[in-house]
């Protein structure tokens, strides 16, 4: 899903990560290191300032048009602080601060930043206040999730640049922008355990024959693929959201997106290790990277529970039919 420009941006970004990232990547990743040479690949692409404006010195890209670049890191397991540097730059800028050059990172305040101890610059969002830090400057407390990704606690310091967003990225743009983030990275993820599923399910043998004739491992499998496209179009439709009303006014479809990542990705990943079994845990299979990114991502940028609460005290809140509510939303808004 997403734009003629989000395709070709994402082949690039695939071949880049194909050439340097990998299992054994992720693995040093998840000990801490950082993975220079595939930063390096995809920074040279210039995708971390994708959101930013051109009269502020980036591509003046939509949130649509990046879609297919998160789910082309969520396949490759999100092995550079891409996505977080992307929604950085897009905070940044839209605050009225000049974005950085390096490594970006963003979190909104008290929260666990994603990749803080490997970041040059971090912007730390509350409410509708923008601050920038070098991260050098900041004492952190390091830590991580359930995928072993760096997800560290700074002490903030005076910043070396502050700034406020506008009305249309609202007092929770941090938020909003993680979800949506999360939603097209965990689509990403999902078509990758999907695609290693299938292709056990092709070539593992039982009984004479592959894994994959049999009814029951078909079934799962069309319910992961159903899934799948299911986060993929709802990433889609939030980014589209977000390119015509706002963040703020894309709420309705942001929470919607996380939500159906959220389920999606409980039951994608029951499904790749039932098909996969033990095999899917081992440390040199990349299957469990994929899976244990998903179970991570879900609770960023709000939860399932956070979002179905928040989605449900909204509509209860409009008047009219619910069907009318939906489809009006998806109209391009007056001028």
Not at 211 to 238: C, D, N, W
Not at 266 to 282: D, N, P
Request: proline share 5%; aromatic share 6%; hydrophobic share 50%.
């Amino acid at each position: 899903m997403g734009t003629t420009i989000g395709a070709e941006l994402a082949e690039q970004a695939t071949r880049a990560l194909d050439d340097a990232a990998g299992v054994a990547v992720l693995r040093a990743v998840e000990d801490g290191a950082f993975p220079a040479a595939a930063w390096d690949a995809l920074g040279a692409l210039g995708l971390g300032v994708a959101l930013v404006p051109e009269d502020r010195g980036g591509a003046g890209l939509g949130f649509l048009d990046i879609v297919p670049v998160l789910e082309a890191l969520g396949r490759a397991g999100a092995p550079v602080p891409l996505a977080e540097s992307i929604g950085a730059g897009a905070l940044l800028s839209a605050a009225g601060i000049e974005v950085p050059d390096g490594v970006l990172t963003f979190a909104a305040a008290g929260a666990p930043v994603p990749w803080g101890r490997h970041a040059t610059h971090v912007a730390l969002v509350d409410g509708a206040r923008v601050a920038l830090y070098p991260a050098a400057a900041l004492r952190w407390t390091h830590g991580t999730n359930t995928a072993r990704e760096a997800r560290d606690i700074p002490t903030p310091v005076a910043p070396m640049a502050e700034g406020t967003m506008p009305n249309a990225w609202g007092a929770e743009a941090a938020m909003l922008v993680t979800a949506l983030l999360r939603s097209a990275q965990i689509a990403g993820a999902m078509q990758g355990a999907l695609a290693l599923a299938v292709d056990h399910a092709n070539t593992r043998k039982q009984f004479g024959r592959p894994i994959g004739r049999f009814q029951a491992v078909q079934q799962q499998l069309a319910v992961f693929a159903a899934e799948t496209s299911a986060v993929s179009v709802a990433a889609a439709a939030a980014a589209r959201a977000a390119d015509r009303r706002g963040l703020a006014g894309a709420a309705f479809e942001i929470g919607c997106a996380k939500v159906t990542a959220g389920e999606a990705a409980a039951k994608g990943a029951a499904i790749a290790h039932q098909v996969l079994a033990a095999m899917g845990i081992t440390e040199e299979h990349s299957l469990h990277h994929l899976t244990r990114r998903l179970w991570s991502w879900r609770e960023e940028g709000g939860t399932e529970r956070f979002w179905s609460a928040r989605l449900g005290a909204l509509v209860q809140g409009t008047p009219g039919p619910l069907w009318t509510f939906i489809t009006d939303r998806d109209e391009e808004p007056a001028a």
